[in-house]
C-alpha cells in the first residue's frame, strides 16, 4: 500500500512559495484617468435612470487610461419593448454626445434588460 503514494525524494527541494500578485504603484497620470472613467460611469448611470427611469445594474466591465475608447459600460435598463427601447437608446446616445464629462471620457455602452 505504500507504493501507491510517492513520497517526496531525499535531497528534493522545497515546495515553492505560492505565486502572488504583484502590483507596481500607479503614476499619477493613470490614477487620474481611473478617476475619470468612474466620473464617467457614474455620469453615464445618471443620464441612463433620467432616460430609461431606472438602471437595475452596471458594471465596468473594463478600462483603460488612454485611447479612443476609455471602457464598457453594461447598464441593464427597464425593456419594455423593441420600438420604445431603441427610442430611449437614441435619446441616451444623444446625452452622452452633449454631456460635458462623457464628450471628454469616450466609453462603449451596452444596454441590455434587466433581469428579474
Not at 441612463?48 to 466591465?61: N, T, Y
Not at 441616451?92 to 444596454?111: E, K, N, Q, T
Amino acid at each position: 500500500m505504500s507504493g501507491l503514494v510517492p513520497g517526496s525524494a531525499e535531497g528534493s527541494l522545497p515546495e515553492p512559495e505560492h505565486p502572488s500578485l504583484l502590483r507596481r504603484p500607479l503614476s499619477d497620470s493613470e490614477r487620474r484617468a481611473g478617476w475619470e472613467v468612474a466620473a464617467a460611469r457614474w455620469r453615464a448611470c445618471e443620464l441612463a435612470e433620467a432616460v430609461f427611469g431606472r438602471v437595475a445594474a452596471s458594471a465596468l466591465v473594463g478600462s483603460r487610461d488612454r485611447g479612443p475608447i476609455r471602457g464598457l459600460l453594461r447598464l441593464d435598463v427597464p425593456f419594455a419593448g423593441l420600438g420604445e427601447h431603441r427610442e430611449r437608446e437614441a435619446r441616451f446616445l444623444a446625452a452622452v454626445g452633449a454631456d460635458p464629462v462623457l464628450s471628454i471620457v469616450p466609453l462603449l455602452y451596452v444596454l441590455g434588460p434587466e433581469h428579474d
